[in-house]
């Protein structure tokens, strides 16, 4: 199955920035999907990347909030714009691998103070 | 939104007993997946059951399906303090490779 580099591992950042969060695939995938697991939630799905498309977004998520980049098939970023608080969250990037399920990046624990 | 809901929330028992977890979802699915996950960290992939079959094994692990009432459970047998964790149904649905996730379960296997 796919081996994903993903960092930051963990960052705490100043309300109003921005984090950009890279995900690294060692093969080609189409498509990446990125979710957000909030303190002591389950994952949800933030949008999936598609190379050479914008991303599709999940409900209750938008592109100003968390652009994301997917320039070639091993490669996606996502950015937490204009935080605050309330992005405080694990953020996993995540490739199918068909037969054998998903694989799921280390995440990157997002402090907002 | 999520689809799956899991049960128990918490689980705790004695290192060496068998550990259940359920797992129930709403709409028809193509495979339903297990994940554990430890401390916060990535998810690991346990097992992949496809909608057409019924039960699966794989070391201590085994999962059932159930189509017709929309349900799956997890059995971890003869448990150890390393299965501490928390464990997440997911399922996609056909022609979609997303996955919806369940609430999850936090195991916590006492020596």
């Known amino acids: 199955s796919a081996v994903i580099s993903q960092k930051p591992s963990r960052d705490i950042c100043q309300r109003g920035t921005s984090l950009t969060i890279q995900c690294q695939v060692d093969s080609q995938v189409t498509m990446m999907f990125w979710y957000r697991q909030q303190p002591g939630q389950s994952l949800t799905l933030i949008a999936t990347a598609n190379q050479g498309s914008e991303a599709t977004y999940e409900s209750g998520f938008v592109i100003d909030k968390f652009p994301i980049s997917r320039p070639n098939l091993t490669f996606s970023t996502l950015t937490v714009s204009n935080m605050s608080p309330e992005d405080s969250s694990i953020y996993l990037c995540s490739v199918a691998a068909l037969r054998y399920g998903y694989t799921f990046g280390s995440g990157t624990r997002l402090t907002v103070v | 939104s999520q689809q799956g809901e899991e049960d128990p929330q918490a689980l705790s028992i004695q290192e060496g007993e068998n550990a259940t977890m359920n797992c129930s979802y709403k709409t028809s699915i193509n495979n339903l997946q297990w994940y554990r996950q430890n401390s916060g960290r990535g998810l690991v992939h346990l097992i992949l059951?496809?909608?057409?079959?019924r039960e699966k094994h794989s070391g201590r692990l085994r999962v059932t399906l159930d189509t017709s009432k929309k349900s799956s459970s997890l059995l971890i047998t003869a448990s150890r303090a390393a299965d501490t964790a928390s464990y997440f149904c997911a399922t996609s649905t056909q022609g979609a490779q997303k996955l919806v996730f369940g609430q999850g379960t936090r195991l916590t296997i006492n020596p």
């Open positions: 059951i496809r909608s057409n079959e």
